[in-house]
């Protein structure tokens, strides 16, 4: 299973290292709450750990599957509170940076302050791809396009994070939906299909 190494932390002050409270999960454990006081940010380490919020008609809209190396909650710098569920998908590991002692670093550290501004910046940019992928109308179209936003080195392999359910919420899509859709591409020899991940086998016209 992929882990996060020091390479990952480019945005953390060496003398932060050390603060870094390490918190094992089981699969479906709380890591926080909604409401719940910030203590501070996250970075995985192991597994992956689903953001999400509930709507006004009971149904959880999944924000973001985090994986190893991913930062989440950065928000809770500048946040009394969280401002969604953040749950395990699988077993995972997370190492919790305390909030007061990062913004007295930034303050006295300018370098470090910009190192993470421009992480913040990389991450925001991810944001406007996932949110130009929700307005494509097609779910082939729309699948397609996260398929090869989001192919490995291989130009070919995506590792999937959570579950297929998880994938079409992130997606904007019902779950009956993407596996109709992922069916379709994988009889017409688009993709093929394991339990973890999806391989593109042909080019596509999208």
């Known amino acids: 299973m992929k882990t996060s190494n ?3 932390r480019g945005w953390l002050p060496q003398n932060m290292e050390k603060l870094g409270r390490e918190r094992s999960l089981a699969r479906g454990e709380i890591l926080f709450h909604k409401d719940d006081a910030t203590v501070g940010i996250y970075e995985i380490e192991e597994g992956q750990v689903r953001l999400s919020r509930i709507d006004q008609a009971g149904r959880e809209i999944v924000l973001h599957v985090a994986g190893a190396g991913d930062l989440i909650a950065e928000a809770s710098l500048f946040s009394k509170v969280y401002h969604c569920d953040a749950v395990a998908v699988t077993d995972a590991r997370a190492r919790l940076y305390p909030k007061e002692a990062l913004l007295t670093e930034f303050r006295r550290n300018p370098k470090a302050a910009e190192a993470f501004a421009s992480r913040l910046a990389h991450e925001l940019m991810a944001l406007r791809t996932h949110l130009e992928l929700r307005n494509i109308r097609s779910a082939r179209e729309r699948l397609l396009n996260y398929l090869a936003l989001n192919a490995g080195a291989d130009g070919r392999t995506i590792a999937l994070q959570g579950t297929v359910k998880d994938l079409a919420a992130q997606l904007g899509l019902t779950h009956e939906a993407l596996y109709r859709t992922l069916g379709q591409l994988e009889a017409k020899g688009t993709i093929a ?12 016209d999208v």
């Open 6 to 8: 020091d390479a990952t």
């Open 193 to 204: 299909r394991t339990k973890d991940k999806i391989v593109l086998k042909k080019a596509t």
